[in-house]
C-alpha cells in the first residue's frame, strides 16, 4: 500500500506516518508538504492508492490545489484532512472530487476507521454533514438546486443502494446486505449518479441526505433493521 500525505506542517505529517502504521506492516508513506510537491509526486509516482491532502498549503489556492490533484491522479481516491470543519468547505471538496473529508480533531480511531472504509470503495464525511437536518436548505451541494424525487425518479432498488450510499457503504458491502452482485451494485450507482446529476459517490451520499433516503425499508423491513442482522 502507498499513501501520499501532503500536509505543509512536518509536526503532522510525522504523528500521521505513526497513526497510519496500524493499516499494516507494508505500508509505504511518501510525503509533501506543498501543492508543487504533490503534483509532482503524482506525476512520478507509479500505484499510489491513497492521497492525504490538507487543504491550506503553499502553491496555489485550495480549490485549485484539489482540483489538479484529482486530475492528475483521476482514480486515486483523494481524503482531506482539514482543521476546518466548516459545511460549505466540505461541500465544495466533495463536488471537486474529494472522496472523504476528516476533521484533523478526529482521534486515530475515527482516522482509521474511515481510511479503512475509503480503500474498500466507500465514503467518509463528517456525521454532522451526512445529517438531513444540516444540510436541507444550504446553497453549496454539490446536486442539482431542484433535487426531489420526482425529479430524479429512482427504481426501489435504486434507492435501496443509494441509502446505503448514504451510509458510506462500499460496493461490495451493498452487494451482500441486499444480495446482490458487485456487477449489478455498480450499475444501480452509475444510474443514481446520472438520476441525482451528481458526479460521485460523495455527492451521492450528500444528495440521500436531502432526500431522506437514509431510513427506507426494503421489502417491508426497515433497512436500519435489515443493517443491523447484516
Known amino acids: 500500500m502507498k499513501i501520499l500525505i501532503a500536509d505543509d506542517h512536518e509536526l503532522f505529517r510525522d504523528g500521521l506516518r505513526l497513526v497510519l502504521g496500524e493499516l499494516g506492516p507494508d505500508l509505504q508513506v511518501i510525503e ?11 506525476n512520478r509516482e507509479d500505484g499510489l492508492d491513497l492521497v492525504l491532502l490538507d487543504l491550506v498549503m ?5 480549490n485549485e490545489g484539489l482540483g489538479a490533484v ?6 486515486v481516491p483523494v481524503v482531506i484532512l482539514s482543521a476546518s470543519e466548516e459545511r460549505r ?6 463536488r471537486l472530487g474529494a472522496a472523504g473529508f476528516i476533521p484533523k480533531t478526529s482521534s486515530s480511531k475515527v482516522m482509521l476507521s474511515a481510511l479503512r472504509l475509503v480503500m474498500s470503495g466507500g465514503v467518509y464525511l463528517p456525521p454532522a454533514l451526512i445529517d438531513e437536518s ?7 451541494e454539490p446536486v442539482h438546486a431542484d433535487l426531489s424525487l420526482d425529479a ?3 427504481t426501489p432498488h435504486q434507492r435501496e443502494v443509494l441509502a446505503l450510499l448514504g ?15 458487485e456487477g449489478t451494485v455498480k450499475l444501480h450507482v452509475t444510474a443514481i449518479l446520472k438520476a441525482l446529476n451528481v458526479s460521485n459517490r460523495t455527492g451521492a451520499v450528500v444528495a440521500a441526505s436531502r432526500l431522506g433516503l437514509t431510513s427506507l425499508k426494503t421489502d417491508g423491513e426497515p433497512l436500519q433493521d435489515r443493517l443491523a442482522t447484516a
Open 70 to 75: 484529482k486530475r492528475r491522479l483521476p482514480k
Open 89 to 94: 468547505l466540505v461541500l465544495e471538496a466533495v
Open 32 to 42: 509533501a508538504s506543498s501543492y508543487d510537491q504533490t503534483l509532482e509526486i503524482a
Open 152 to 154: 430524479a425518479p429512482l
Open 167 to 181: 451510509q458510506g457503504k462500499s460496493n461490495k458491502e451493498i452487494a451482500r446486505i441486499l444480495n446482490l452482485s
Open 134 to 140: 444540516a444540510v436541507v436548505g444550504r446553497n453549496a
Open 58 to 62: 503553499p502553491g496555489m489556492p485550495w
